[in-house]
């Protein structure tokens, strides 16, 4: 999803444009390059004009250090007032960013702002979906632009997730259990959404380019990386955010291999079946996960310190094993979407009888096996409905697909406001722990509630939650302001950003945290509260270092 406002235009040319311009030379270090291939092409050895082939790659590399010398990073240092200027835009950004961040361990590594015991109410939570329901028909109900109603579309499922998520959260907020079966399907669904989405990006653009999937990355991990670093969390603490990427990556590599035979359906359904496969023998096969992720404990390990245990990957194998093939059916969803967009057109097609007889046939056998799997699966308690769950969650998501999609009336009609919530999932999913409710200790579930006004838990609910949507939505609107700074479309001032991301950061955390030992700055955690302060601190800065 895009924001609404523009990030990174301030409206003249000089501060939307890349401070490599600025060099004395006069020559921009790209176009530099492009002379050093043309020279390349006309000379038979393969190098500059009466040069080696090797001298030619030095000073490839030469140019590479030029760039680099001349990034942006470099002359805000200098204090350059065009460099501090033209990237003014990015600097309030990672200074909003920042006081953000600051707001997170004020809320919830603090005694400042106080904490309450969640309470859980059937009619209160049934109550507020309901309103929130209604409100959104009434006031955001919203045709599709394009005049043929399209299946499945981008609208529709951002809607899909917007109302998903809504009782996600509330769900976590009233700590409803008996909706736990309900969860594990919406996380299934959006899982499938990222096979599905995902596949039909690839499928229709072949666009496998390193800075597609670069910006893929610093969508799902930019902010949980500073939620971790911030406060001292572990990667898994935010468990939707590995799958995600996981699966994301998963569907990168199945369509990215051998990707000119993508078109042949035929050798899709092969690498469908190679997929399920992979899944049977990486999941099914429990020795061999941990054999694959014991060395990778460190960043997908996990304990909860209010329940500790002795198996760091257990979280990781349960989570991600829940929906370990519906991001394969997502994938095969997309590939049968053509075909299902033309019977639902032939079925509009038909005369009015017919038509309303093919409905009403469809809708009734949905009825039956939506019927069964309630009574035989959905109602099951929830350890044995999660040993079902990985081979049955296709089904309600089916159900609602075809039902959502049944007339050309429903695949025009969205609801905006569902929809623009679905645009901010990831970040509600994660700030949600922090200014929302409160975890209280690195690495903790959020067990209580944040309180801005005591006494008076609605009005609290009221204020705190516009709060915590305002933030997250800051938040989404930063991550893409920060991500088209950082993340440039050619592939060789990505590399260069890179590089020098890795640099500026690693010095910087090396610096911030012997200042720590020197000073004798501690958290509660001890050591481990000097690299998470340190690294918090230095990436902060180091993302300006990587300033297109």
């Known amino acids: ?37 043309v020279q390349l092409a006309q000379d038979g050895s393969g190098g500059l004009p009466g040069t080696p082939r090797s001298a030619a790659a030095a000073h490839l590399s030469g140019n590479l250090l030029a760039q680099m010398a001349d990034s942006p990073f ?23 960013f920042g006081l953000l961040m600051c707001w997170y361990y004020l809320c919830d590594r603090t005694a400042v702002l106080g904490e309450g015991d969640k309470f859980y109410n059937r009619d209160q939570f049934m109550f507020l979906f309901v309103i929130l329901t209604a409100v959104a028909v009434g006031c955001s109900l919203q045709v599709v632009k394009p005049p043929q109603p399209a299946l ?31 969860i594990r399907l919406f996380i299934a669904a959006y899982v499938w959404m990222t096979g599905f989405g995902n ?44 799958m995600h990427t996981l699966f994301t990556l998963m569907v990168y590599a199945s369509l990215g291999i051998a990707s000119h035979l993508n078109q042949n359906r035929v050798f899709m359904l092969l690498k469908l079946l190679c997929c399920v ?10 020795p061999v996960f941990y054999a694959i992720w014991w060395p990778f404990t460190w960043l997908v390990g996990y304990t909860d310190p209010r329940k500790p245990g002795d198996d760091p990957l257990h979280e990781w194998y349960f989570r991600s094993s829940l929906d370990r093939y519906i991001w394969i059916y997502g994938m095969l969803c997309a590939i049968m979407h053509p ?3 033309g019977v639902v057109n032939w079925i509009d097609g038909l005369p009015l009888f017919r038509r309303a007889a093919t409905r009403t046939t469809i809708l009734s056998i949905c009825g039956v096996v939506g019927y069964v799997w309630y009574t035989n699966i959905y109602t099951l308690p929830r350890m044995e409905y999660n040993k079902v769950h990985p081979f049955t969650s296709w089904i309600p998501i089916t159900l609602w697909a075809v039902m959502r999609n049944m007339t050309p009336t429903l695949r025009l009609h969205h609801l905006r406001l569902y929809g623009w919530l679905g645009c901010i999932t990831l970040e509600t999913y994660i700030c949600q722990f922090h200014i929302w409710m409160r975890t209280d200790v690195p690495d903790g579930q959020p067990k209580q509630l944040l309180v801005l006004i005591p006494g008076y838990p609605l009005l609290n609910f009221v204020l705190v939650t516009g709060l915590y949507i305002l933030v997250s939505h800051r938040l989404f609107e930063l991550t893409t302001a920060l991500k088209t700074a950082a993340m440039p479309s050619s592939n060789q001032l990505l590399l260069r950003n890179m590089i020098i991301l890795a640099v500026a950061g690693t010095t910087l955390y090396l610096s911030v945290y012997g200042g720590l030992n020197l000073f004798g700055t501690k958290s509660s955690d001890g050591c481990r509260g000097q690299h998470e302060q340190a690294m918090a601190m230095s990436c902060l800065v180091a993302m300006l270092a990587s300033r297109q």
């Open 199 to 242: 596949f039909l990006y690839y499928f229709k653009t072949n666009d496998f380019s390193i800075g597609r999937f670069a910006g893929m990355m610093w969508r799902l991990n930019f902010l949980v990386l500073f939620a971790c670093v911030v406060l001292e969390n572990s990667y898994m603490l935010y468990y939707i955010c590995p």
């Open 339 to 341: 075909w299902a967009s």
């Open 152 to 182: 499945l579309g981008r609208q529709q499922t951002e809607e899909w997730k917007g109302w998903m998520q809504v009782l996600f959260l509330l769900y976590h907020y009233f700590e409803a259990k008996e909706f736990y079966n309900a």
């Open 74 to 96: 470099v002359h805000i240092l200098m204090l350059d007032h065009r460099a501090i200027m033209a990237a003014r835009t990015t600097l309030r950004a990672m200074a909003e």
């Open 277 to 286: 496969a992979a899944v049977v023998v990486l999941w099914d096969i429990k």
């Open 1 to 37: 999803p895009h924001s609404s406002k523009s990030s990174g235009n301030a409206g003249n040319d000089l501060e939307g444009a890349s401070l490599v311009h600025l060099g004395t030379d006069g020559i921009h270090p790209s176009d530099a390059t492009a002379i050093i291939k």
